[in-house]
């Protein structure tokens, strides 16, 4: 028995990559992508036939040349995640561009245009993830998404307000990213902190704690792990997205897992209930310096993974 082995008996497991060959050596149950994940992959000769694809989908969509590299990007997307979903089981998430961060509309909008893309190449919306930055915007985009029918996964998320109000808006998986959280305080501190003190590791701990008492529907999956400890001390989470390296070091240790979160225990724990209005979100969370710092600071860099992936779009739209 594998630890990776092990932990898929309580916990799904979830693929951080666009790496097609990555998912069917270690088989997880679904996958996350991004722009960056994109680019990477887009640049091996094994996936160039759907580069190709997308381009040539992209010139026949008849949309105004300014707009034809934005259509490029969401096909490959979307490309890529059927073919993903030809070897995970189960779902695949599709990130609503950054710069729509701060823009309920917007984010709406292109959500709607990704599923629309993935319906009409025969994928039914129950397997598509819609990432959308957790922001005060973001949650209430996914909120009006969700009754719609379209799921969301909200990525960037660091503190306990985010948590809340994405549960309280009914969205169907959350993203708490452990190894950001882990990065701040290690970087605060000046040095290693000890396993027993991970703060990624308590607040992914503590959300899966509020949510399991409270009976929220909404889904906790562990995101950006460092190390193989994190993840073994989140084992019995719903959900965890794991890079491959990771995802290879499990596979070769031996080992069996026992579950470190479980409902019975989030059910004894000491969690009190909160409900945030807008006003209440924006103070709760801006109490959180990490969260405020390492939000802000993700927007920013998947801004600008999304802006380098567009330009090599340009490029490639403009050489076809």
């Known amino acids: 028995m594998t630890l990776l082995d092990s932990l898929k008996k309580f916990t799904t497991v979830v693929a951080d990559t666009g790496d097609i060959e990555s998912m069917r050596a270690f088989k997880p149950q ?17 996936y160039k036939a759907l580069v190709e694809k997308s ?13 034809r590299s934005e259509a490029f990007m969401d096909r490959m997307a979307v490309n890529f995640g059927m073919e993903i979903l030809k070897i995970v089981p189960g779902r695949v998430s599709t990130e609503v561009d950054a710069k729509y961060s701060f823009d309920k509309e917007a984010s709406i909008v292109k959500a709607r245009e990704l599923i629309a893309l993935y319906e009409k190449g025969g994928i039914s919306r129950e397997r598509i ?46 993203s ?14 000046g040095g290693e902190i000890p396993r027993a003190e991970d ?34 001390d989140l084992a019995g989470c719903d959900l965890l997205t794991i890079s491959p390296d990771l995802m290879d070091a499990m596979q070769k240790t031996e080992g069996e897992l026992t579950p470190k979160l479980t409902v019975e225990a989030a059910r004894q724990s000491n969690e009190q209930k909160i409900s945030l209005d807008e006003k209440g979100f924006r103070w709760l969370h801006n109490e959180d310096a990490m969260a405020v710092e390492k939000l802000a600071d993700g927007i920013r860099k998947f801004n600008a993974d999304a802006r380098k992936l567009e330009q090599w779009a340009v490029k490639e739209a403009a050489t076809a």
Not at 199 to 218: A, D, M, R
């Open 55 to 67: 381009l040539k989908e992209a010139e026949r969509a008849g949309v105004p040349d300014a707009k």
């Open 199 to 232: 703060p990624g590791v308590l607040s992914v701990t503590k959300i899966y704690n509020y949510y399991k008492k409270f009976g929220y529907q909404t889904q906790v999956m562990g995101a950006s792990f460092r190390k193989v400890d994190q993840i073994v």
């Open 30 to 46: 679904d996958a996350t992508t991004n722009p960056s994940l994109l680019m990477k992959a887009s640049q091996q000769p094994q």
């Open 129 to 174: 993830l819609i990432k959308v930055s957790t922001t005060w915007e973001g949650i209430r985009a996914a909120a009006d998404l969700e009754k719609e029918g379209i799921h969301c996964n909200m990525t960037l998320l660091f503190s306990f307000a985010q948590a809340v109000a994405c549960a309280d808006a009914g969205v169907t998986l959350i």
């Open 176 to 189: 708490p990213f452990v190894g950001r959280i882990y990065d701040y305080y290690k970087k605060e501190r």
